[in-house]
């Protein structure tokens, strides 16, 4: 073996190179045990003339594919001492790792041996000839048969040898990882033998190709889990990673996105990779297998075993993790403790809970350094985990570059609504809002409560978190509100104009399609329309309100009792809501007290006096509007007392009567549909101004 190949066999770099020499080596061995059972040692000559097919032709590969690894039949007892040693001395190598589960020298060699044997076909079509010459029904692979009879003549004196074949193969940790696996009926000796899930690849330093999992490598810096990463708990576990221990750590916590946000921080903080896997506990036969070909495949490439249980599984934890041979770290993340598989491993658990606010401010101002002075803002506005803060701070940075313009907060919204998977559901509607404070004519107090509502927001972090008012209190950010008054006086409106002030969507609920007569349901609904407005970090519109949040009863049948517990139920979820919610309703009076007590601001949207209407007419006709000069909005404000949503309304009747007609917009187009208003509320209409035409 020339000094080339010794080079290239000292260097990580020629971990292909590498495997492929030592597959040469093993073929080669192969080669000169069939041919001379055969008699066709003669075909390994270099001198032999090119048989044109059939084993001849097989054998003759192998010896030209050897050569050109600077392999020599001739030179066979020198390179394969140098080749053993450096085997031993190459612990970076794919069967470095396999070796290491053999309880001596002697098994290591051997396991070597079978692996590399059974990845023959996967390595070179040449390869693959040469079995399936060599098997009775022509497969290109290798059977346990042709193993015992290659080995057996490489070590004739070696009587134990097929009871440390039959024992390696079902026996030991090799067996139970299924690293090396057989195939097939009958006798063990005369089945398949075949590689274990990625094996083949890792040996090529190719990343695995399994349908179920695939390699992640960690977050090496995750802008805003400095402080967690700190933490005595996560220490530990870094430090187990990183030293390869025998444990299982288990990442524990109700949000499965901050759980695995977590975990490849932790992975790259040790600098591991880890091969990621969904684990279908409902089916726990299919779950043990997957279970034991990612162990399998991240043991065969240096990577950590990562089991995901994912988020709402009920069924029981899958079996066989205490029969599985495991003596490295295995990362778990699940929802709670009883969703974990059992190991006979020692457990470190880490609870995954949502960034604080402090350290979502330092994240923001870490990605983002242009909008570092508004970071505490973009905290409170968005409760966004460090890899989707990163999305966005990409999405930023190419959108800068490309309009070479500096970017504000109403960039960060425009990606968050671009990223955000929006998880629609019926009864929720998706509004991104246009309204602005100046489109509300409220009395001065009301509005004076909107705009202090949305700087409690903004200074949440200041209040709660640098001044320590939080106090553990779970719901401390959220804020809940409450807007009542008279139809059409603009409660939605202003829950618009809230949401376009802070920078987030508008999430407008319909009380009716989440009320069920059946028993559990509207719990359902209404637990999936509040995950889906935090998901979406959206202002969330309970619209007329009373229908879910009316007043308890003290009736005793069946009925009343599932509907207190609907209501008690909303109690509490509203009480942990961390978003941004409002409830409207007709009259204050008919929602129950222990929602009243719970609201941080009640705002009430009175009726318009004359003036408010005078300016909502003003407010709601384009200033394009071809207005005819007869047209006295003064007059429509005096005379009729209706709402805001009726003005809205009535202009625009107004203008499309006015097209109708081909003309300009008349004060009796307007009074024809100030008429129509009071007809579809069941008013009584007051009458016309005298003179006045309308119609």
Known sequence: MNDRVSSQLASQQGLRTRTRLAAAAVALRLAQTVAAREGLLAQLDPAAEAASGGLPAALQFVRRHAAAQGLALSEITQWRAQLAELQRADLEHPLARLR???????????????SLLACLPELHEGYASLLRELHPSGQPYASVTLALSWLEAENPADAGLRDRLDSLLHDTPLASLGLLRLEGDGPWHGRLLRPGPALCEALLGNPPRLAQAELLPGFREVPGLQDWLAQPDSQRAIAALARGEACVIALLGSNEAMRHTRARALLGAARVAALYGRLPIQVPEQAEAQLRDQCCAALAHAAVPWLALGDGEDSAPPPGGKRLYWRLPLLLDARAEQALPSFALPLLTLR??????TARRAMWASLLPNLANRAGLLAARYPLEPDEARGIADDLALRQRIEARALDLDDVADSLRARVAWRNRPGVQRVQPQAAWQSLLLPSQGLAQLEQAVRRVHQQITVLDDW?????????????????GPPGTGKTLAAEAMAKALGIDLLVVDIASLVSKWIG??????AAVFEVAEHARALLLFDEADALFGRRSEGGDAHDRYANLETAYLL???????GVAVLTTNLRANLDAAFTRRFDHIVEFPEPDLATRLQLWRLHL????????DVDLAELADWYAI??????NATLAAAFLAAADAGQIAQRHFLAAIAREFEKAGRAHPGFPAGRQHG
């Open 521 to 526: 349901e509207t719990e359902k609904n209404l």
């Open 100 to 114: 290491a589960l053999a309880a001596n020298a002697d098994e290591a060699a051997l396991i070597s041996d079978l």
């Open 643 to 648: 709402s805001g949503a009726q003005i809205r």
């Open 622 to 629: 384009p200033a394009d509007a071809p207005l005819a000069a």
């Open 352 to 357: 995954v809970e949502a960034l604080p606010a």
């Open 572 to 578: 509490q979820r509203l009480e942990r809501f961390e």
């Open 468 to 484: 320590g008012f939080a106090q553990g209190r779970a719901g401390r950010r959220g804020l809940k509100l409450l807007f009542h």
